[in-house]
């Protein structure tokens, strides 16, 4: 049976799901019949094809780089809480061996992290177990009692083990002191548990010895990323602390 | 999952200019509808596209992205019309032409001046707009704007209404 023919012309707007998706517009019995809507569709096109040559070329660039996120320090100008309230929602997450400095929250010592998330309102600083937006922007503090190598990695609920920062190299980014990292992180839009670890080491080590911790210890479904405790099997003076994030669509 | 400080940046920036190449042609065009003028609408298409991209995650979904393009390409292209008519600039001043099959009972012509459309509030020119020169039904109208059916018929009847007074006046 032939799919009948709609008798009034579609809008603008129905012809532009026809260009998106033909199949799926259900158009195609009005336009075989209607030379009107055949020729608009035919006047989208060139205007369509005049964007591609002429309008892209020319703006992409600008439109790409304007959309972009401003720099941290521009768009967040407030990002150390009231120590109060950091207090209160335990904020920094302290790894490792050593003591941890008097101003951090917390038990364990080594390097301090903190994890921020971008809301309308700004920068929000997430405790252990916050439900953030499954497409949430990520932004980093760390602050480490000794200089070492930083590995930031992140693993979820499928076993998926990504790397955080540093971005590049294989041996772990060099930390001296404290102080925001580079650039972020976008979750995945995937609703479900997301783990982010902290290691700190003082020799470097590759990032397949933690992604491969990462795993043994988180990457079992749902339930072992909520549970997951630190990481097995790394070298006995690495500093390493996590936090467990809730993505809600 | 984009993850990560360089290589999140380099995949959101692909990410965009994948859905500008995208949805760019889509808010071109109805820029082109609604301003006329090839250079106006490259810049708006531009402009518009900065703001979608603010909400790249709506720009993602397939099954919703369309009507949200042409509500916010709309009400930047009419927003410059009022403008370019405040300032008395002639370039973006030009009537729109009614759709043919277009309801739009109460006008004498087939067409929307700007002086007719400057008179109401921004939400009611959109309707005008979608209702006679796109030839959208009522409950298009509602989806691309985000109101009710009802909401559409009551201010098209006001429009027609007061747009057929003010030009009545304008002719006497």
């Given at each position: 049976?032939?799919?009948?023919?709609?008798?009034?012309?579609?809008?603008?707007?129905?012809?532009?799901?026809?260009?998106?998706?033909a199949e799926r517009s259900g158009l195609g019995p009005?336009?075989?019949?209607?030379?009107?809507?055949?020729?608009?569709?035919?006047?989208?096109?060139?205007?369509?094809?005049?964007?591609?040559?002429?309008?892209y070329p020319a703006t992409v660039e600008a439109v790409v780089e304007r959309s972009r996120p401003r720099p941290w320090w521009k768009a967040w100008p407030v990002l150390v809480p009231v120590p109060a309230l950091a207090a209160a929602a335990a904020v920094f997450l302290l790894v490792g061996p050593e003591r941890p400095p008097?101003?951090?929250?917390?038990?364990?010592?080594?390097?301090?992290?903190a994890v921020y998330a971008a809301t309308p309102a700004g920068a929000r600083l997430l405790a252990d177990g916050a439900e953030?937006?499954?497409?949430?922007?990520?932004?980093?503090?760390?602050?480490?009692?000794r200089p070492c190598r930083l590995w930031l990695v992140a693993v979820d609920a499928a076993g998926?083990?990504?790397?955080?920062?540093?971005?590049?190299?294989?041996?772990?980014?060099?930390?001296?002191?404290?102080?925001?990292?580079?650039?972020?992180?976008?979750?995945?839009?995937?609703?479900?548990?997301?783990?982010?670890?902290?290691?700190?080491?003082?020799?470097?080590?590759?990032?397949?010895?933690?992604?491969?911790?990462?795993?043994?210890a988180a990457g079992g479904g749902e339930a072992a990323v909520r549970s997951a405790g630190a990481l097995p099997g790394l070298p006995a003076d690495a500093s390493q602390e996590t936090l467990l994030l809730e993505k809600r669509p | 999952m984009s993850y990560g400080s360089e290589e999140a940046a380099l995949d959101e920036r692909e990410k965009a200019a994948r859905l500008y190449a995208t949805y760019g042609p889509a808010v071109y065009r109805r820029c082109l509808r609604l301003l006329g003028d090839r250079e106006a609408s490259g810049d708006a298409t531009q402009e518009v596209f900065v703001k979608l991209l603010g909400d790249i995650g709506?720009?993602?979904?397939?099954?919703?992205?369309?009507?949200w393009i042409y509500r916010v390409a709309t009400n930047h292209c009419?927003?410059?019309?009022?403008?370019?008519?405040?300032?008395?600039?002639?370039?973006?001043?030009?009537?729109?032409?009614?759709?043919?099959?277009?309801?739009?009972?109460?006008?004498?012509?087939?067409?929307?001046?700007?002086k007719v459309l400057s008179r109401f509030d921004a939400q009611t020119q959109a309707v005008a707009v979608g209702v006679i020169v796109d030839g959208m039904e009522h409950e298009e109208v509602a989806e691309v704007l985000g109101i009710s059916r009802r909401t559409v018929s009551r201010k098209l009847d006001r429009f027609l209404r007061n747009a057929r007074k003010f030009l009545d006046r304008s002719d006497s």
């Open positions: 049976m032939s799919a009948r023919a709609e008798s009034r012309c579609p809008s603008d707007l129905r012809l532009e799901a026809h260009l998106l998706d009005h336009l075989e019949g209607c030379p009107g809507c055949r020729a608009r569709l035919e006047e989208m096109r060139r205007q369509g094809e005049e964007f591609r040559r002429f309008v008097g101003d951090y929250v917390g038990t364990k010592g080594g390097v301090a992290l953030v937006p499954a497409n949430a922007a990520l932004r980093f503090q760390v602050r480490p009692a998926k083990v990504s790397r955080l920062y540093p971005a590049g190299g294989d041996g772990g980014a060099e930390l001296t002191g404290p102080g925001a990292l580079p650039g972020g992180a976008v979750l995945d839009g995937r609703a479900g548990p997301e783990r982010i670890y902290a290691v700190c080491t003082p020799a470097p080590i590759p990032f397949s010895e933690v992604e491969r911790a990462a795993r043994a | 709506r720009l993602e979904d397939r099954e919703t992205v369309l009507p009419l927003n410059l019309r009022r403008n370019a008519r405040r300032r008395g600039e002639e370039a973006l001043d030009e009537a729109l032409e009614a759709a043919p099959h277009a309801h739009a009972a109460g006008l004498p012509e087939r067409q929307l001046a700007q």
